[in-house]
């Protein structure tokens, strides 16, 4: 994956230029600790966003969520979800999808992002992003660590100030 020179918010910027229609696809697990934030973020964002956001929180199961994905009609879609990427906990970037789908496998979902990713854009032609968060203790457990919980409000934050 390419180094990152720029920050968080300028990435969703740049991403966002001309959205119309956005959704934001919160994935996770709410028994494994960490593996919760990308739920925890549409959760957080509900209120915060205009009409043209829509949020949906997908848990472990983003392939159940396609066809309300494919009736909206969405210019973007963003997917927001731990992922180990070998960076400190609670790291958070952009990234295209085929930049994810090269490398190993970092989901913990059944589905493979990728294949999700493929399907969505054929019905639909939107723009398709990952946003992936850097994970302390993905194991058992409820509760996130005060780095997610961290990364969480700050990604909260970024998105409500730049998104449609």
């Known amino acids: 994956m390419r180094e990152r020179t720029s920050s968080l918010e300028e990435e969703l910027r740049a991403w966002l230029k ?3 229609k956005v959704v934001v696809a919160g994935i996770g697990n709410g028994i494994r600790r960490d ?3 990308g739920v925890k973020v549409a959760q957080d964002l509900a209120g ?3 009409k043209n956001v829509h949020l949906i929180e997908c848990e472990t199961v983003p392939e159940s969520f396609v066809d309300e994905i494919i009736e909206i ?3 973007h879609v963003l997917l ?3 992922a180990l990427l070998g960076l400190p906990p609670g ?3 952009l990234y295209d999808v085929e930049e994810v789908v090269n490398s190993a496998s970092i989901s ?3 589905l493979p992002l990728r294949v999700f990713c493929e399907y969505v854009f054929t019905l639909t032609g939107a723009k ?3 946003l992936l968060i850097e994970p302390k203790d993905t194991d058992f457990g409820e509760g996130m660590s005060e780095e997610l919980e961290k990364a969480a409000y700050r990604i909260v934050k970024n998105l409500a100030g730049t998104l449609p």
């Open 18 to 20: 001309g959205a119309g």
């Open 35 to 37: 593996d919760f934030v």
């Open 48 to 50: 915060k966003v205009s």
């Open 73 to 75: 009609s969405p210019s």
């Open 80 to 82: 927001v979800d731990a």
């Open 91 to 93: 790291t958070a970037h």
């Open 108 to 110: 913990t979902h059944t």
């Open 128 to 130: 398709i992003a990952l």
